[in-house]
């Protein structure tokens, strides 16, 4: 099978959905269904399709997961994806909120050789504008250790790195509160009963913020907080 479009946008799904699922367990098809917009028999009948190709693994009633082919290429799919985000962001000037849908039209047409050559136009970067990691050209993603704002240690300085929902609202709503990519702050207090985790930046501008927003940031140590 050759990979058009569709079936890129399969892979993509089935990669996107199964890395936030625990160990990477199977993805259910009413998921994949969901995520893809289409009924599950529609998105049933393709993966079966995807597993005669061997792209996936795919068990009636279990889900489906990519095979180390599918993994390359949804791998290569992401790659194009977030290289083309960030030349948006940095040479085009387009908001990191308006890039996304931009993406998912170019990310199927532009060829191996300009990807090349924007990779190194913006100096071969490991991260998009929203901290999704880059895979190279081999789809190995670069490993970055982190945490999310529900879960990092409290009382000490730390560096978003990610931001993991990327739903033009939510992107606003974390730039309007100096929560993006390499900004430094630190978790005072969470309040479990209050949904609230309270935070504070640089300057001691306090900021409280839901829990179901936190767990959408991630973090890691700052440099002054690992030197410590």
């Known amino acids: 099978m050759l990979p058009s479009s569709t079936v890129e946008n399969y892979l993509k799904a089935i990669y996107l959905g199964t890395s936030?699922?625990?160990?990477?367990?199977?993805?259910?098809?009413?998921?994949?269904?969901?995520?893809?917009?289409?009924?599950?028999?529609?998105?049933?009948?393709?993966?079966?399709?995807?597993?005669?190709?061997?792209?996936?693994?795919?068990?009636?009633?279990?889900?489906?997961?990519?095979?180390?082919?599918?993994?390359?290429?949804?791998?290569?799919?992401?790659?194009?994806?977030?290289?083309?985000?960030?030349?948006?962001?940095?040479?085009?000037?387009?908001?990191?909120?308006?890039?996304?849908?931009?993406?998912?039209?170019?990310?199927?047409?532009?060829?191996?050789?300009?990807?090349?050559?924007?990779?190194?136009?913006?100096?071969?970067?490991?991260?998009?504008?929203?901290?999704?990691?880059?895979p190279n050209a081999a789809g190995e993603f670069p490993v970055h250790e982190s945490s999310t704002l529900l879960t990092c240690d409290t009382g000490t300085m730390v560096t978003v790195t990610r931001i993991t929902d990327q739903?033009?609202?939510?992107?606003?709503?974390?730039?309007?509160?100096?929560?993006?990519?390499?900004?430094?702050?630190e978790v005072v207090a969470r309040d479990e009963a209050a949904d609230a985790v309270s935070l504070s930046g640089p300057d001691g501008q306090r900021l409280t913020i839901g829990t179901r927003a936190a767990s959408k940031v991630r973090v890691s140590a700052s440099q002054a907080s690992s030197r410590a």
Request: charged share 20%; net charge negative; aromatic share 6%.
């Open 20 to 134: 936030q699922r625990p160990d990477g367990d199977r993805l259910p098809m009413g998921h994949l269904a969901t995520a893809l917009g289409v009924v599950p028999g529609t998105a049933t009948t393709m993966v079966k399709a995807l597993a005669e190709s061997g792209l996936v693994d795919y068990e009636p009633y279990n889900g489906v997961r990519l095979s180390a082919a599918g993994m390359t290429l949804a791998a290569l799919v992401l790659r194009r994806h977030r290289l083309i985000e960030l030349f948006l962001v940095r040479v085009m000037g387009l908001g990191w909120d308006e890039v996304h849908d931009e993406a998912e039209h170019l990310e199927h047409v532009v060829s191996d050789r300009l990807i090349a050559r924007i990779d190194e136009m913006l100096g071969f970067p490991q991260v998009d504008p929203h901290g999704d990691p880059i």
């Open 167 to 185: 739903e033009a609202g939510f992107l606003r709503f974390v730039q309007q509160h100096g929560l993006m990519p390499g900004h430094e702050l």
